[in-house]
């Protein structure tokens, strides 16, 4: 049996969508382990060549793949017949080779910001090979003194290595539901199930879990050669393993006692102890084993059957977490019901997205024209918001004045002739909290996005000062990815957040939940504190025309946070959008 394609899940369409990004990412992944490994120039390049063609592609993987990657600039036959092996096993070749060279500890030296191939090579040679002893050597002194790094560079490291490590045994959402997806294919006909925190959408995942209905034998001939280190629990329904390194847990029982294991596996701590409570007040007992009286197993096929004997409502997996359990239970049950939440499907615009104009890889043309391709069911169709950096993002090959002039001229002629679009700018915020662009020319902009990129260094005070002053201008449409955080890799920047998030309720600026998987910002638990204060927006951040269906993920980070359409304003139609904004100018 092969390994499924890579894909990306979405558990509230239940759609598996092929994506380009992941056979990209074994490109670029291998052409850095060959930097680590400090041979193979020209291939490192071949490498990096083929990733950068494959981001700019106008197609559907499906289509790249039934002509076997042929006709595609810097993808030569060797790299494209190893990409087809990719689609149909989920196995990249040469990434696989270049991994097991590699000491598992200089490989998690990815994980912290600022080091790159050369410099974890730099590292490796000097007998740095993880990310404890990159800490270890931060602290005593050793990093500051080794060529290309420095008091200042083994500070920062130093950070950078202790926050890596808190978060080295968990994933991006993203890779984890392709995981889960990948051994939910495996267990076809077993009733597979996502499970844990995964089916709760928590933005990093500890472990992929899932649940079946078989027995122990009936998994492990199933995994068995296809995950790592797969063995049955003694004394337990549970099956464990690894995939990529990931820890999976997969619960198995029969069908009349499906419905405690899936209760009891997926929910949060705080609510599978609630549950045992429950059930111990009614002389009852649960577990993973079923819902007991006695000896005598009571028959709950599904979670609601479970409930009922509970007596409980039944909350939609996104509710069951500790944060949501804490709120109490009156608070806990005026958040929207599942059937009310945000889904996909109600979205109608792809808002903050990049272009060939800066650091994108397609043109305004075709990433318009990818949005309403995709659609989502919205009546009304897609429509797209640019959203380039301004010249202050010089790093992004940003815009200056001159070159936004050219892009608005440009982006009025497509909307004349048909495309679905808004004419939008991702606006740096500057140090002292001003814009980057002169009032007259963000006025012309159908929308504004306002971000920080730069000075994260600087106090709570100032910081907290900057962004207020920023989501404070009457031409902000939207604050983008508010914290600056990067999931595994960067926490977020000091500052007064609850201040800010103030300060755009007063203003009526739109809070952004940036939807790329390696942000997710704002954190869906501040958006639960504010849901009833704000206006949001599902923002792709999308720099290629994959990245467009990342929106997945931050509809996820929404639903934990119990946001309906209402609360989003990527729902709006074109028109209506454009109304919203100029409504919001004109009450400031």
């Given at each position: ?175 984890a539901l392709r995981l889960g997806t990948q051994v939910a294919t495996l267990l076809d006909g077993l009733e597979p199930r ?187 169709g897609c429509y797209l918001g640019t959203g380039d950096h301004s010249g202050a993002a010089h790093y992004a090959n940003g ?179 454009l109304d919203f904004v100029r409504t919001q100018r004109q009450q400031r």
């Amino acid at each position: 049996m092969t390994k499924p394609a890579p894909q990306h899940f979405d558990p509230e369409t239940g759609e598996v969508m092929g994506h380009l990004k992941a056979l990209v990412s074994a490109l670029k992944r291998s052409a850095d382990l060959l930097d680590v490994l400090g041979a193979e120039e020209f291939r490192a390049n071949a490498f990096r060549s083929a990733a950068r063609s494959l981001e700019g592609q106008d197609e559907p993987l499906e289509t790249l793949a039934a002509r076997e990657f042929r006709r595609i600039p810097k993808v030569g036959p060797s790299i494209a017949a190893e990409l087809m092996t990719y689609v149909q096993t989920g196995v990249f070749g040469p990434l696989a080779e270049l991994e097991a060279q590699l000491p598992p500890g200089v490989l998690s030296l990815f994980r912290v910001r600022g080091l790159g191939p050369k410099k974890i090579r730099a590292l490796w040679e000097a007998g740095i090979d993880s990310l404890q002893t990159l800490w270890e050597a931060a602290q005593d002194g050793r990093l500051s003194k080794l060529k290309g790094f420095g008091a200042k560079s083994a500070a920062t490291l130093s950070d950078a290595a202790e926050f890596a490590l808190a978060s080295q045994s968990r994933e991006f959402l993203n890779t984890a539901l392709r995981l889960g997806t990948q051994v939910a294919t495996l267990l076809d006909g077993l009733e597979p199930r996502l499970s844990g925190e995964l089916r709760r959408s928590l933005d990093t995942i500890g472990t992929v879990r899932l649940t079946a209905t078989a027995t122990a034998p009936q998994l492990l001939e199933r995994l068995e050669g296809r995950l790592d280190e797969v063995q049955s629990v003694e004394g337990k329904p549970l099956l464990t393993g690894r995939l990529e390194g990931l820890p999976v847990e997969i619960g198995h029982a029969t069908a009349e006692a499906r419905g405690a294991l899936d209760l009891t596996f997926g929910g949060g701590p705080l609510y599978r102890q609630a549950a045992r409570a429950r059930a111990q007040e009614l002389g009852l007992s649960l577990s993973g084993r079923g819902l007991k009286r006695g000896a005598t197993l009571l028959e709950t096929p599904a979670e609601s059957d479970v409930l009922r004997e509970l007596g409980w409502p039944e909350l939609p997996p996104e509710y069951r977490e500790d944060e949501h359990w804490t709120l109490g239970g009156a608070a806990l049950a005026a958040l929207p019901p599942a059937e009310a939440l945000l889904r996909v499907q109600d979205l109608r615009a792809l808002l903050h997205t990049h272009s060939t104009w800066s650091d994108g890889t397609a043109s305004i043309e075709a990433m318009a024209r990818e949005a309403e391709r995709l659609d989502f069911g919205a009546d009304g169709g897609c429509y797209l918001g640019t959203g380039d950096h301004s010249g202050a993002a010089h790093y992004a090959n940003g815009l200056d004045a001159g070159r936004l002039r050219q892009q608005l001229r440009e982006v009025r002629e497509l909307q004349a002739a048909g495309v679905p679009l808004v004419a939008g700018a991702e606006v740096d915020i500057l140090e002292d909290g001003s814009l980057d662009y002169p009032d007259e020319l963000l006025a012309q902009l159908d929308y504004v996005v306002v971000s920080v990129h730069s000075h994260f260094t600087l106090s709570s005070e100032r910081q907290t000062e900057r962004l207020i002053r920023a989501v404070s201008h009457p031409l902000t449409t939207i604050l983008g990815h508010p914290t600056g955080r990067l999931l595994l890799r960067r926490p977020s920047y000091p500052l007064d957040l609850e201040a800010v998030l103030e300060a755009c309720a007063a203003t009526g600026t739109v809070v952004e939940i940036n939807a790329s998987p390696y942000r997710l910002d704002l954190d869906w638990r501040a958006a639960l504190r504010w849901r009833d204060r704000l206006k949001f927006a599902i923002n792709t951040d999308a720099h290629t025309l994959g990245g467009l269906t990342d929106v997945q993920y931050g509809v996820m980070a929404a639903r934990k946070a119990g946001l309906v359409p209402e609360q989003v304003i990527n729902t709006l139609k074109r028109e209506a959008f454009l109304d919203f904004v100029r409504t919001q100018r004109q009450q400031r």
